[in-house]
T-cell receptor, first 110, second 111 residues
Framework: GENVEQHPSTLSVQEGDSAVIKCTYS??????FPWYKQELGKRPQLIID?????GEKKDQRIAVTLNKTAKHFSLHITETQPEDSAVYFC?????????FGRGTSLIVHP | NAGVTQTPKFQVLKTGQSMTLQCAQD?????MYWYRQDPGMGLRLIYY???????DKGEVPNGYNVSRLNKREFSLRLESAAPSQTSVYFC??????????FGQGTRLTVV
């Protein structure tokens, strides 16, 4: 089955800095790569996703890049704000059954 | 639009007791999932149902059973709870290669 590795497990930045979270996957047939944000005590919610036919996608301060050859994808958050503090999960799937990474706890210091 | 509704929100069980977690979605999704979330372990798949009438084991199925009652409902049963099943449980649903929508979660403590 699919295996997703996510790094780092904890990321601490100053407000205004950029944050980068990286994931690798094992199944070359995976073709959908979503990222979820989970605030404390809440459910995970999608913040951005990318499909295998696209190399990069942006949405305001958030961007995701995908390298299919190397089987890795990354989340980039620019101009971080305290409200970006949360746990972020990457996932990979082909058609359904998302497999999640272990999560990254992002802490943004004011 | 309720999305994914999961009950209960909190539960405390004694070792050996049984319980069923209920989940329903109103988005007409074929696929539904049960995950458990433990600190540092991410979201681990317990069971999934690719479509109505089918269920399959995920990464950590031992000690659990599931029922896909109809297209909307997917329940998770603990027959004899153990302290190792203390966790936060999430139900989720999705379409084909689309985002997964999660329920609010169930915080289960087994003492």
């Amino acid at each position: 089955g699919e295996n997703v590795e996510q790094h780092p497990s904890t990321l601490s930045v100053q407000e205004g800095d950029s944050a980068v979270i990286k994931c690798t996957y094992s199944d070359s047939a995976s073709n959908y790569f979503p990222w979820y944000k989970q605030e404390l005590g809440k459910r995970p919610q999608l913040i951005i996703d990318i499909r295998s036919n696209v190399g990069e996608k942006k949405d305001q301060r958030i961007a995701v890049t995908l390298n299919k050859t190397a089987k890795h994808f990354s989340l980039h958050i620019t101009e971080t704000q305290p409200e970006d503090s949360a746990v972020y999960f990457c996932a990979a799937s082909r058609s359904y059954i998302p497999t999640f990474g272990r999560g990254t706890s992002l802490i943004v210091h004011p | 639009n309720a999305g994914v509704t999961q009950t209960p929100k909190f539960q405390v069980l004694k070792t050996g007791q049984s319980m069923t977690l209920q989940c329903a979605q109103d988005m007409n999704h074929n696929s539904m999932y049960w995950y458990r979330q433990d600190p540092g372990m991410g979201l681990r798949l317990i069971y999934y149902s690719a479509s109505e009438g089918t269920t399959d084991k995920g990464e950590v199925p031992n000690g659990y059973n599931v029922s896909r009652l109809n297209k909307r409902e997917f329940s998770l049963r603990l027959e004899s709870a153990a302290p190792s099943q203390t966790s936060v449980y999430f139900c989720a649903s999705s379409g084909v290669n689309t985002e997964a929508f999660f329920g609010q979660g169930t915080r289960l403590t087994v003492v």
